[in-house]
């Protein structure tokens, strides 16, 4: 079974848990059930293992090279580096039975191909070479995506998936907005007027529309342009630990620590915030202990914000969207949303990948609330208007296929091409005969028009012209064809931008 998971953070934190869980021995050791893999990072003894989690770059690489691991597998060792005579065979989509998609909702680059790819799995009952094609159990897993989109999208030859509604449970999440924040903490926010007034923060810029081509046909996510106020979320965060301290007889800060978690959108924002909280030690801020969590952040350091904190201290999470799905802290009582996430989107007017802080979708909202009712009840505190939120936030937040450089996206369609060709003229006919020759090269027009949100197709023609201005593909036939050229090929293995 493979799980695979957005970010690895969370791929390496649920191997964990479901290992003790399953009172086995730790991913990695010898004889454990459980184990994951994710770049730079392999902890799983294939004699054993038969759960996997692993990010889904991970799973993407195994199905662009489906007749390799793609870097998944390989030989295994034991504990002390040595190489075992009995080495299984290697991770690949053949040897995998149930295939889990979790967190489908935020519909990265990456699971679209992917989901792409096994939709041709399901719709191919062969390979080119006539054998029999193993096509795993897929599982699509979210907690706030509708599934009838991947229902039509996955219904191949008349046979729809089926969709199974699990009801969580969550404790009662009490949700405050602005102006119950600002009174709590008995200030007003910096920055609110021309943020949530029209034509401020959340106006579409220019550049919104040219890096769409199509104006508000994709339906970005409006940008947050206004700076966050550091002293006021200090301010609330010490009303927060100051009023639950003095229910609680002075002690810890409620029951099970009653630790915050601050959603920002970026390392820079932690940085600056826990900046702040550092010049104010006094009051309720002074017993706080501040934990990052972001990408940046070192393995073993993220871990601190798993931990329970230290006797008569408040674990204080500063946090990006990291921990909004997947990683759960199970000692949060307190949330403060700033409702805002930063999104890579890309400009092909200046071929540039601009990295934007844009307000979150209410989906986003709703799942960062609940991380403060997963063990008891909590409170969250939103840091925007309610009436902003219902009338200028989207419901969801928009793929990022149509906001996102297509240039590695592109790259990998003709690698896979490059392996089906070679396979298919390497592949005999049951009645001896070469197959028929393979089509001169690869349409990636083709090809993502049939992904379950088609980007658009100004981005696509910038992104062909770029890798071509690079010398990374070029055309054959009618010129709507590519073929990857030795550099491009040697690009596509590499896990960054063709630039």
């Known amino acids: 079974i493979v799980v695979t998971q957005p970010r690895r953070v969370a791929a390496v934190s649920l191997a964990r848990r479901v290992a003790e869980e399953r009172g086995c021995p730790a991913p990695g050791k010898s004889g454990s059930g459980v184990g994951y893999i994710v770049r730079g990072d392999r902890r799983a003894d294939l004699r054993s293992c038969r759960i996997i989690f692993v990010t889904i ?56 191909f992917a989901l792409t790819l096994l939709r041709s799995m399901l719709a191919s009952s062969s390979s080119p070479s006539g054998r029999k094609r193993h096509v795993p159990r897929l599982v699509l ?79 970005l996510s409006p940008r947050a342009r206004e700076r966050i106020d550091d002293g006021f979320v200090v301010a609330l965060i010490d009303r927060i630990v100051r009023d639950d301290r003095s229910k609680d007889g002075g002690g810890a800060a409620a029951t099970g620590s009653g630790a915050i ?54 674990k204080v999470v500063l946090s990006t969207n990291i921990a909004e799905t997947s990683v759960t ?16 989107r890309y400009n092909p007017s200046t071929r540039i990948r601009e990295l934007t802080t844009v307000w979150t979708s209410r989906a986003s909202m709703t799942q960062r609330a609940g991380r403060a009712g997963r063990t008891s009840g909590g409170t969250c505190w939103r840091l925007c208007p309610e009436d902003f939120a219902m ?34 003229r390497m592949a005999v006919g049951c009645d001896g005969t070469k197959n028929h020759p393979p089509p001169p090269g690869a349409r990636p027009l083709k090809f993502l028009s049939m992904t379950p949100t088609p980007p658009p197709e100004r981005s696509l023609a910038q992104a062909c012209r770029h890798l071509l201005d690079v010398e990374a593909v070029r055309t054959v036939d009618d010129g709507e064809s590519f073929r990857l050229t030795p550099l491009g090929f040697h690009l ?4 960054m931008d063709a630039k």
Not at 268 to 296: N, Q, T
Request: contains cysteine; aromatic residues 4%; hydrophobic residues 35%.
């Open 57 to 112: 770059g991970v799973l993407l690489r195994m199905l662009v090279n489906d007749g390799g691991d793609g870097g998944a597998g390989g030989q295994t060792q034991d504990i002390d580096g040595s190489e075992e005579d009995d080495t299984p065979p290697p991770l690949t989509i053949h040897t995998i039975s149930h295939l889990i998609l979790d967190e489908t909702h935020e519909r990265d680059v990456s699971t679209d």
């Open 141 to 219: 897993m979210s907690a706030t995506a509708s599934s009838e989109m991947f229902v039509d999208y996955l219904t191949v030859a008349g046979r729809a998936p089926s969709a199974i509604d699990v009801p969580g449970r969550i404790f009662p999440v009490a949700t405050n907005w602005l102006r119950d924040c600002e009174g709590k903490a008995r200030r007003a926010m910096d920055g609110k007027l021309s943020s949530f007034s029209p034509g401020g923060g959340e106006g579409r810029s220019r550049s919104d529309e040219t890096a769409t081509g199509d104006g508000d046909a994709a339906g």
């Open 261 to 314: 978690l601050v959603f920002l959108p970026g390392a820079g924002e932690i940085e600056s915030l826990a900046g702040a909280m550092k010049k104010s030690p006094g009051g309720g801020v002074g017993v706080c202990d501040v934990v990052k969590l972001h990408s940046g952040v070192p393995s073993r350091d993220q871990e601190r914000a798993f931990r329970p904190p230290r006797e008569g201290r408040v």
């Open 329 to 344: 802290i199970p000692d949060i009582t307190h949330v403060i949303d700033t409702c805002r996430v930063k999104e890579s």
């Open 391 to 424: 009338e200028g936030m989207l419901d969801q937040t928009a793929p990022e296929m149509v906001r996102t450089p297509l240039d590695e996206l592109i790259l990998q369609i003709l690698l896979l091409f490059e392996q089906r060709r070679d396979e298919q």
């Open 492 to 495: 596509s293995k590499l896990p």
